[in-house]
């Protein structure tokens, strides 16, 4: 089809794309339920698509990816910055001019035999303060699909591109599926992103973490606001009086877990109600009170399915029942679905993430259970199906910041929650998160991961300049949220969790409110402010005798030995490292001396 808008440099740059790849055919995404169910049909025809059980599970499909093809690829995923400084040591680094060369050479003619789909997505409600506008260019249809549930795609935005003009140009293209010849490549100075060779939705759903993040936080320091790598839930008290909070973990410490949580059975009489506004990304901004607001720019979870079950996520359970994208799991004879740690018995048998035959107790050549699900199978589902789904989702100023939370997996060093004494120190405090190994990953177990405020793969410059964008947000804002810092993770001698998580962590997220409050005191220690365990409200929850006191304590030792990891993370960024954070570090240094 010719390729119809007002907007010359859309028309010139789809044009320019279109020379490139060669596709046999151009279709523009309009957002319509006829268009998108002509999509799933031509997607089932080609393979790309399995539907599932319609009755069981209605709207629902599984997809397979390549098996070299199954999660962010981080080596080769760069920032492409015309000084190298600019990306930063966090980054792995690429001349523009090298990049564009070298992805040219693999986008060339790769959509011969195929179909480029234009894809018109708004980050944020449309016409929002807030939105950024993308269009991406690609020759699948699993990226087409999907994007229709991760963002607002179709008609109205391209309407609105007809006003502003402004817009990220992704282009995205499977090619080969070559591992070899694979790029995620992030132009930020020329709001610019190119994927190729992958098919994998962390990859190629461009709106995700390449522009919600990498380029979004780029842009968001230019033009004075913050685009992280956090959840925004609401808590609603009996009063009906409701406080926002955003929250980042880094992978595994139950992000979305938390952002959907169901108040647990000893709570449950004081009324509290959650409302969620997302679980992976928030882009916040100085409004004109002076306070920090929110949103989540996207429209849908793309979730981590391995462990996902009723006791630790309830809510999502209830979510991916319909009109839900399915990757890498078992496919069950029923012609539904199953993956490590879902709800009900293990399956007999079934079809596993690579379409093999599979069997339950099946094991490999070196006695290791074969899994039915891959580790990182996801599924991609509309947040509207979410039983506790905000009502101020499509809200264009957002919600109002109360507090924000950052939170690590620490077996012995962190308490489980501590108040931060300002706003400075919760910049520290953000930019030395840490989390340990668990046997799950890679590496040697109870190594010290640094994440600063879990955006270290996702930040799109030098983080030395973002600590101090941080820094600056801080002296802007007349009423800045209070900083906290979690750990649900602590473990006694024997490596037992003392603490439950889960439902139970909104016991600790009470008493975080209540300090935004100054409703409660709270004990001055080195690190920060603690609970008096007497403030944490724990009816209906019984801990073993002395568990909450070593959930609280503060072991000075452990804290000067962390000191030395700080010490060594934050020389990387040599005279980038704004002053106030050495400031934090020797502040943190003497009290421990004299405590």
């Known amino acids: 089809m010719k390729f119809q808008t007002h907007n010359k440099k859309l028309k010139d740059w789809v044009e320019k794309m279109a020379r490139l790849c060669q596709p046999d055919d151009i279709v523009l995404i309009n957002g319509s339920a006829a268009q998108k169910e ?141 591992i070899n010849k694979r790029l995620i490549l992030h132009f930020p100075e020329d709001n610019t992103i190119w994927s190729v060779g992958s098919g994998y939705g962390g990859n190629v759903l461009l709106g995700k973490k390449c522009l919600s993040l990498r380029v979004a936080s780029f842009i968001a320091r230019k033009e004075r606001w913050l685009a992280e790598h956090m959840l925004i839930m609401g808590i609603e008290d009996p009063r009906g009086r409701l406080n926002y909070i955003a929250a980042a973990f880094p992978s595994a410490c139950g992000k979305t877990n938390l952002a959907m949580l169901v108040p647990p059975e000893g709570l449950k009489k004081k009324g509290y109600r959650i409302w969620t506004v997302g679980d992976d990304i928030a882009w916040m901004r100085v409004d004109s009170d002076g306070a920090l607001w929110a949103i989540n720019p996207e429209t849908g979870f793309f979730g981590v399915a391995p462990g996902t079950n009723s006791k630790t996520n309830p809510n999502m359970v209830e979510t991916v029942k319909k009109d839900t994208i399915y990757t890498n799991v078992l496919l069950k004879n029923d ?172 016991r600790v997220l009470e008493w975080i409110l209540d300090r935004c409050d100054n409703k409660v005191e709270a004990v001055k220690t080195p690190i920060g402010y603690l609970p008096q365990p007497k403030d944490i409200d724990m009816t209906g929850l019984k801990l073993e005798v002395g568990a909450m006191e070593k959930l609280l304590e503060v072991h000075t030792e452990n804290w000067t030995e962390e000191l030395k990891g700080i010490k060594k993370f934050f020389q990387q960024f040599k005279k ?19 405590t």
Request: net charge positive; hydrophobic share 40%.
């Open 335 to 506: 012609g539904t679905i199953w993956w490590e740690g879902a709800d009900g018995p293990v399956p007999l048998e079934g079809v596993d993430w690579q379409g093999r035959p599979w069997r339950q107790g099946m094991v490999d050549a070196s006695g290791k259970p074969v899994c039915g699900a891959h580790a990182n199978s996801r599924f991609t589902t509309p947040i509207t199906n979410c039983p506790s789904a905000s009502f101020r989702l499509e809200q264009h100023h957002g919600v109002p910041i109360s507090a924000i939370i950052f939170g690590g997996r620490r077996q012995y060093l962190a308490p489980l929650v501590y108040e931060t004494f300002n706003w400075q120190h919760g910049v520290f405090s953000g930019a030395t998160m840490a989390s340990e190994r668990t046997a799950a990953a890679s590496g040697q177990v109870g190594e010290v991961r640094r994440d600063p405020m879990a955006m270290l793969p996702f930040c799109g410059y030098n983080m030395g300049y973002y600590f101090r964008h941080w820094l600056d947000m801080g002296k802007r804002m007349v009423k800045p949220p209070k900083i906290f810092h979690v750990n649900w993770f602590r473990t006694d001698k024997h490596g037992k969790f003392l603490w439950p998580g889960f439902t139970e962590n909104l």
């Open 38 to 178: 002509a999509l799933e049909i031509e997607a089932m025809a080609s393979g790309e698509l399995i539907q599932l059980n319609q009755e069981k599970l209605p709207g629902c499909f599984l997809h397979r990816t390549a098996p070299d093809d199954v999660a962010r690829t981080e080596h080769l995923t760069f920032i492409c910055t015309k000084k190298k400084h600019d990306a930063g040591p966090n980054n792995n680094w690429m001349s523009p001019a090298g990049a564009y060369r070298k992805a040219r050479e693999i986008f060339k003619g790769a959509m011969r035999g195929r179909t480029m789909y234009i894809i018109p997505f708004s980050m944020g409600p449309v016409g929002s303060p807030f939105a950024k506008i993308g269009v991406e260019l690609t020759d699948s249809r699993y990226v087409v699909l999907n994007m229709l549930v991760m963002t607002r795609a179709g008609d109205a935005v391209l309407r609105q591109l007809e006003k502003e003009d402004n817009f990220t140009k992704c282009l995205h293209s499977k090619a080969g599926l070559d």
């Open 576 to 594: 980038d490292l704004p002053e106030e954070l050495w400031q934090e570090y020797y502040a943190l240094q003497e009290r421990l001396k004299n």
